[in-house]
C-alpha cells in the first residue's frame, strides 16, 4: 500500500510539472509579446522602444528563454508565480480574489450535476416503461453534446429578459449563482448519467441481484441499496473528469455571465498573453485535478473491500510472479 501510495504521488508531480512546462511552451509559442500587449503596442498605440525593453527586463523576457522556463519553475515550486505583466498584480493574489466566486459557482453546479445524474440514471433503470426509459437514455448524450454557451445564452433570455426570474450579470447574492450553476451542471450531470446507467444495466445482471430477488427483496430495495451502490464505483472514478468540467466549463460560464472568477481571469490573461497568470492557473487547476484523483484512489477501499485486495496482491506481484489462482476475493453475494 504505501508502494501504491508513493507511485501515486510521483505520477501527481509529473503530471504539475507537464502542466508547467506545456503551458510554458504554448504561451512563448504565440507570436506576440505580452508587454507590448500589456502597452498597447498591439493595439496602434504608440509606445517608446526603451520603455518596452525596460519592462522587458523587469520580468525577465530579456532572457534565454531555457533561463526563463528555469527561473519560472523554481519560484513556482515555492508557490510564487511572480507578478502579473498587465496588472502588476501578485499572481497568488490574483488568484485568490477570483477563487471564491468560482468555488461557490462549481460546489453548486457540482450537487446539482449529482442529483441530476443520478436521478435520471436510476429513473432510466428503474422504469419499466419502454417509452421513458429510451427518453430518459436519449437525454445524457443530448447533454454532452450541446455546447456550454448556447445553454447559457437560452436561460439568460428565457430567465433573465424574459421572465425576469434571475439577475443577467454579476456574482452578488445567491439569486446570481442559479442559472450558471445550471448551465455548468448540465454537461457534467450527463457524463455522470451516462456512466452510472450503464453501470447500473450490468449490476442488474449479476447474480446477486437473482439472490436478492430470491430472498424476496423488491425492486426499490435491490436498486437503491445493492445496485447503486455497487454501480456507484465507476461514476466515482471520473471525479477527476468532473472536476476538469467544472474547472473547463467555468471559463465559458463565467465569460457569458459576466461572472468573477478562475475562468474570467484565465480567458482575460490569455488574451494578454500574461504568462504568470496562466501558468499559476494551471498548475493551480492541475493541483485540484491530481488531489481529487489522489483523493478517489484513497476512497476506493471504502466503497469495495476487494480493491485492497488488489493494491496488496499488485504489490507482492511486483516482487515475484503473479499466482495463476487468486482466492482472495470474497463471493459477491455476501454483499446481499
Known amino acids: 500500500m504505501v508502494r501504491y501510495l508513493g507511485f501515486r504521488l510521483f505520477q501527481a508531480v509529473g503530471v504539475l510539472w507537464a502542466a508547467f512546462t506545456v503551458s510554458f511552451a504554448v504561451l512563448y509559442l504565440l507570436p506576440s509579446d505580452p508587454v507590448s500587449i500589456a502597452a498597447g503596442a498591439?493595439?496602434?498605440?504608440?509606445?517608446?522602444?526603451?520603455?518596452?525593453e525596460q519592462l522587458q527586463a523587469r520580468y525577465g523576457l530579456d532572457q534565454p528563454v531555457p533561463v526563463q522556463y528555469w527561473n519560472a519553475l523554481s519560484h513556482a515550486v515555492q508557490g510564487d508565480f511572480g507578478i502579473s505583466i498587465s496588472t502588476g498584480q501578485q499572481v497568488t493574489d490574483a488568484?485568490?480574489?477570483?477563487?471564491?466566486?468560482?468555488?461557490?459557482?462549481?460546489?453548486?453546479?457540482?450537487?446539482?450535476?449529482l442529483v441530476f445524474g443520478t436521478?435520471?440514471?436510476?429513473?432510466?433503470?428503474?422504469?419499466?416503461?419502454g417509452w421513458l426509459r429510451n427518453l430518459l437514455f436519449s437525454?445524457?448524450?443530448?447533454?454532452?453534446?450541446?455546447?456550454?454557451?448556447w445553454v447559457g445564452l437560452i436561460l439568460l433570455q428565457?430567465?433573465?429578459?424574459?421572465?425576469?426570474?434571475?439577475?443577467?450579470?454579476?456574482?452578488?447574492?445567491i439569486e446570481?449563482?442559479?442559472?450558471?450553476?445550471?448551465?455548468?451542471?448540465?454537461?457534467?450531470?450527463?457524463?455522470?448519467?451516462?456512466?452510472?446507467?450503464?453501470?447500473?444495466q450490468t449490476t442488474w445482471r449479476q447474480p446477486f441481484i437473482e439472490a436478492a430477488r430470491a430472498k424476496?427483496?423488491?425492486?426499490?430495495?435491490?436498486?437503491?441499496?445493492?445496485?447503486?451502490?455497487?454501480?456507484?464505483?465507476?461514476?466515482?472514478?471520473?471525479?477527476?473528469?468532473?472536476?476538469?468540467?467544472?474547472?473547463?466549463?467555468?471559463?465559458?460560464?463565467?465569460?457569458?455571465?459576466?461572472?468573477?472568477?478562475?475562468?474570467?481571469?484565465?480567458?482575460?490573461?490569455?488574451?494578454?498573453?500574461?504568462?504568470?497568470?496562466?501558468?499559476?492557473?494551471?498548475?493551480?487547476?492541475?493541483?485540484?485535478?491530481?488531489?481529487?484523483?489522489?483523493?478517489?484512489?484513497?476512497l476506493y477501499p471504502l466503497l469495495d473491500p476487494r480493491i485492497t485486495h488488489g493494491i496488496e496482491r499488485n504489490a507482492a506481484a511486483s516482487a515475484e510472479e503473479r499466482p495463476a489462482h487468486d482466492d482472495t476475493l470474497p463471493e459477491v453475494e455476501a454483499r446481499v
Do not use: C, W
Open 139 to 149: 437525454l445524457p448524450p443530448l447533454g454532452v453534446a450541446v455546447p456550454t454557451f
Open 216 to 298: 424476496g427483496a423488491s425492486r426499490l430495495r435491490i436498486q437503491a441499496r445493492h445496485a447503486l451502490k455497487l454501480s456507484s464505483i465507476p461514476a466515482f472514478t471520473i471525479a477527476g473528469v468532473i472536476v476538469g468540467n467544472l474547472l473547463a466549463g467555468s471559463v465559458v460560464v463565467e465569460t457569458v455571465f459576466s461572472r468573477t472568477g478562475i475562468g474570467r481571469l484565465a480567458q482575460m490573461s490569455v488574451m494578454a498573453q500574461d504568462i504568470p497568470v496562466v501558468q499559476g492557473i494551471v498548475v493551480s487547476s492541475a493541483t485540484v485535478f491530481v488531489l481529487v484523483n489522489l483523493a478517489v484512489d484513497l
Open 119 to 129: 436521478a435520471v440514471a436510476f429513473l432510466a433503470t428503474y422504469t419499466r416503461a
Open 42 to 52: 498591439d493595439a496602434g498605440t504608440p509606445v517608446d522602444a526603451a520603455a518596452i
Open 95 to 113: 488568484i485568490a480574489a477570483a477563487l471564491p466566486s468560482t468555488l461557490v459557482l462549481a460546489g453548486t453546479a457540482l450537487v446539482l450535476a
Open 176 to 200: 446570481t449563482v442559479i442559472l450558471p450553476a445550471i448551465t455548468l451542471a448540465l454537461p457534467t450531470g450527463a457524463v455522470i448519467a451516462q456512466v452510472l446507467a450503464t453501470s447500473l
Open 158 to 173: 428565457l430567465f433573465s429578459f424574459r421572465l425576469k426570474l434571475f439577475p443577467a450579470f454579476g456574482d452578488q447574492g
